[in-house]
């Protein structure tokens, strides 16, 4: 058994408003859009519970391969500013990741500076901070294609 502990911090710029980046987090149509792992792969919510005390719940996973689970409870929201949850993720129901995540959003000329810091700890060698880097920066992409659709369609 190990631990190892890990934290995938990335900040970029969106051209879009804070209100707009922050629908992103904030709706689920929204994170099913962005948050969609891509074509080889399956995601549904089992809960979309976006607000204090209340939680997430996710299943993906490549079809016919490994489900994962993940689920997020919020700990703070602040519209346009900030969101702060506390995450786990299972494989195969065993736990692979605990740990917390704040999305924090600044308005800037350009259009919103998002700061993403997720701190945890991969048990047992079968997740690392590593592949969460990649996930997220693969998934902050498509937000970002996400946001430029949205903005053309409005």
């Known amino acids: 058994m190990s631990i190892e502990h890990g934290t995938v911090d990335i900040t970029r710029t969106f051209a879009a408003p804070a209100a707009a980046v922050f629908a992103a987090w904030s709706q689920q149509a929204a994170?099913?859009?962005?948050?969609?792992p891509?074509?080889?792969?399956?995601m549904r919510f089992e809960r979309f519970g976006f607000a204090v005390g209340?939680?997430?719940?996710c299943r993906f996973g490549p079809k016919g391969g490994p489900v994962y689970l993940n689920e997020n409870r919020y700990l703070q929201i602040r519209p346009q500013e900030r969101i702060a949850y506390a995450s786990l993720l299972r494989e195969d129901g065993t736990l692979t990741f605990a740990g917390t995540v704040v999305v924090a959003l600044e308005a800037?000329?350009?259009g919103?500076?998002?700061?993403f810091v997720e701190q945890g700890t991969y048990f047992d060698g079968r997740d690392k901070a590593e592949d969460h880097q990649a996930g997220w920066?693969?998934?902050l992409e498509a937000m970002d294609r996400y946001l430029r659709q949205q903005a053309r369609a409005a």
């Open 31 to 36: 994170q099913e859009a962005w948050g969609d």
């Open 38 to 42: 891509g074509p080889d792969w399956q």
């Open 54 to 57: 209340e939680s997430d719940l």
């Open 108 to 110: 800037v000329p350009d």
């Open 137 to 139: 920066q693969a998934m």
């Open 112 to 115: 919103t500076r998002m700061r």
